[in-house]
C-alpha cells in the first residue's frame, strides 16, 4: 500500500508541472494587457515600458515561466500587480472564510444527503421517494448562480430576514454570522445534498436485493435494524468515495456562490483579480486549487484501493 501512494504522489508531480504551464500560457496569451489595467491609457510609452519591465513582462513568456516556477520552489507564489502584495499572504488571507463556507455545507449536506437517500432507499417508488427524486431532478437543473439570485431576491429583498450579502466573523456577534452564513451556505447545501441523496438512495436499493438482506429478515430483525446496520454499512462504502469527490466540485461552486453573496473568500479574489487582469494573483489561486484536487484524487484512489484490493495490484503491475 505504501509504494502505491508513493507512485501516485509521484504521478501528481508532472501533472502539476503541466497544469501551472498550461494556465500560465493561457493567461498570458489572452486578450488584454495587465499594464493597461493598471494605467491610463493615454501614459507615456516610458512609464508602460517601465511598468512593463517591473513586472517582468518584458521577456518572452517561456523565461517568465521558469522564473515564476524558481520562485515556487521557494513558497512564493509572486506579487499582485494591483496591490504589491506577495500573493501567497492574499490568499492565505481569504481561506478561513472559504473554508468556514465549505465545511458547513460539507456537514449539512452529508448529514441531509445520507439521512433522506437512506430513507428513500428503505421505500423506493412510494410518494417520499419520487417527489425528492423529482425535486433533486429541479434542483440539479438549475445554475447555483440562479438560485442564489432566486434566494437572494425572497429572503432579503422581499421579506428582508437575511442581509443580502458579506459575512460577519464570530467576533461580531453569533446571530449576525449567522445571518451572513445562511444563504450562501444554504446554496452549497442544497446543490451538494442531490448528488448524495440520489447515491445513497441507489446503492440502499442495490443492496436490499441481496441475499444477505433475506437471511438477516428470515433471523426476525426489525426493518431498521436490517436498513441501518446491515444495509447502510455495505451501501457507504462507495459512498465514502463521492464525500471526497465531493469537494472537487465544491471548488467551482465556491467561486460562484461567494461572487454572488460578496463573500470575502478565495471565490470572490479569483473573479476580482480576473477582472483586473492580476494574473499572478489568478495563478497562484488556480495553482493551489489544482493541488487541491490532485490531493482530493490522491484521497479517492486511496480509499477506492482500501475498498478493493484490485485496483491497488492493478496498478501496482
Excluded at 278 to 299: E, K, R
Excluded at 310 to 315: A, E, W, Y
Aim: hydrophobic share 50%.
Amino acid at each position: 500500500m505504501r509504494s502505491y501512494i508513493i507512485k501516485r504522489i509521484l504521478i501528481m508531480v508532472p501533472t502539476l508541472l503541466v497544469l501551472s504551464f498550461v494556465v500560465f500560457l493561457l493567461l498570458y496569451i489572452a486578450p488584454g494587457d495587465p499594464v493597461m489595467a493598471l494605467i491610463t491609457p493615454d501614459a507615456p510609452k516610458e512609464a508602460i515600458e517601465l511598468m512593463r519591465q517591473k513586472f517582468g513582462l518584458d521577456v518572452p513568456i517561456h523565461v517568465r515561466y521558469f522564473n515564476w516556477l524558481k520562485e515556487l520552489l521557494k513558497g512564493n507564489l509572486g506579487f499582485s500587480y494591483s496591490t504589491g502584495r506577495p500573493v501567497l499572504e492574499m490568499i492565505l488571507a481569504r481561506l478561513p472564510a472559504t473554508f468556514e463556507l465549505m465545511g458547513y455545507s460539507i456537514l449539512f449536506s452529508t448529514v441531509a444527503g445520507i439521512f433522506l437517500g437512506l430513507q428513500m432507499g428503505m421505500r423506493p417508488n412510494s410518494l417520499l421517494d419520487r417527489s425528492l427524486l423529482t425535486a433533486g431532478m429541479v434542483i440539479w437543473s438549475i445554475p447555483q448562480f440562479f438560485i442564489s439570485l432566486v434566494l437572494i431576491y425572497i429572503f432579503s429583498i422581499r421579506l428582508g430576514w437575511l442581509p443580502i450579502g458579506g459575512r460577519t466573523p464570530l467576533s461580531g456577534g453569533m446571530l449576525q454570522h449567522i445571518k451572513h452564513l445562511v444563504l450562501p451556505c444554504g446554496v452549497l447545501t442544497l446543490t451538494m445534498t442531490v448528488d448524495l441523496m440520489r447515491y445513497t438512495r441507489a446503492n440502499v436499493v442495490a443492496e436490499s436485493g441481496k441475499p444477505y438482506v433475506r437471511t438477516a429478515v428470515a433471523k426476525g430483525l426489525t426493518e431498521r435494524r436490517v436498513y441501518y446496520v446491515h444495509i447502510f454499512r455495505n451501501a457507504s462504502i462507495p459512498v465514502v468515495v463521492l464525500l471526497i469527490l465531493r469537494l472537487v466540485r465544491l471548488v467551482g461552486g465556491v467561486v460562484v456562490v461567494e461572487s454572488v453573496f460578496s463573500w470575502p473568500g478565495m471565490g470572490t479574489l479569483l473573479v476580482n483579480a480576473i477582472s483586473n487582469r492580476d494574473y499572478p494573483v489568478v495563478l497562484g489561486i488556480l495553482f493551489i486549487t489544482g493541488v487541491a484536487v490532485l490531493v482530493a484524487s490522491l484521497m479517492i484512489d486511496v480509499v477506492t484501493a482500501l475498498i478493493n484490493p484490485k485496483v491497488r495490484l492493478g496498478f501496482e503491475r
